[in-house]
């Protein structure tokens, strides 16, 4: 089969490869869609951290944000699997610990992670062999590319529950891109005032363009007390940012990451009263999520801006966009074309 494979930094091109078989516990995926994220960037470009804790190495097939069709089951899998549109948590833990027996597999310390550490193999391929117990099904009011999107919303939607806001509210987004925005989706449909601080005119126009008229650079963010600041971007002064802007006995969200270490005094949290919550994945929100997306609550389509093919994904991670691509910040990929 063809799969997306990076050999080193900067490094990339679509391999034929051996095409996955289902082994005990497992099913394989036909891939219909699969998104390209921040961290693919990261790991296409070097920087990724978990190549230097050796958490992975080059070469690697990435896609952790995925859709597809079950062509195939293992042994010990429920044949019923076969032709069904799923998802999957990209989060895969032993199954043993103690942390994966209470429902946090996502930080079991012998996790692999699909397309991103321990050598799993990811979903910018043809096909993506996955434990049945890390299958999500697909209702058919999710379409394919709303079916892509469900990892990242997972992040997103737990950011917002943690910030705890609803009707009332007021909650800041610090970051426009995809989590940035899906952040601000949940949050309004909770009933929230959504704030979002943005850097370009483009990423603020077009948050403006789905009704987020809230929407600021830092410097015209205006004063007014947040019961909730979610720092959804990758910019190292933001969490402290977030810190500083949040109302006391309030709540701030780390969803984003940095390439580099934030630095936060703790001080402000303390003085301030103020809970920090951190989030790392989608694991516990997918159920969530698929079902805000099926009831027509969340609609995360505009944020898809272009779908291309395995052969288009190194100019995408490289950082360009492709031709008549719309303003949005997410890019699919369809391994068929």
Known sequence: MRAFVVTGPGEAAVHEVEAPVAGQGEVVIDVQRAG???????????????????HAQFPMRLGHEWMGTVSAVGPGV????VGRRVT???MLGCQACLRCLSGRQHVCDARTEIGVRGGRPGALAEQLAVPAFALHALPDSIDDDAGAIIEPAGNALRSVQGAQVGPGDRVLVLGAGTIGLLC???ARADGAEVHLMGRSPRSLDFARSLGFERSWTQDSLPHLPFDAVIDASNAPALPALAADLVEPGKR?????????????DTR?????????VGVLSASPGIEDTIERFASGAVDPRPLVSATVGLDGVSAVLAGERPAGAGLGPKILVDPRI
């Open 252 to 264: 701030v969200v780390f969803v984003g990451l940095a390439g580099s270490p934030s630095l936060i």
């Open 88 to 90: 999957g948590d990209t």
């Open 78 to 81: 429920d044949a019923s699997w």
């Open 184 to 186: 601000a989706m949940f």
């Open 268 to 276: 402000h949290l303390a003085l301030k009263d103020v809970t920090a």
């Open 36 to 54: 390209v994220c921040g961290t693919d960037v990261e790991f296409f470009t070097g920087h990724m951290q978990y190549l230097h804790d050796g």
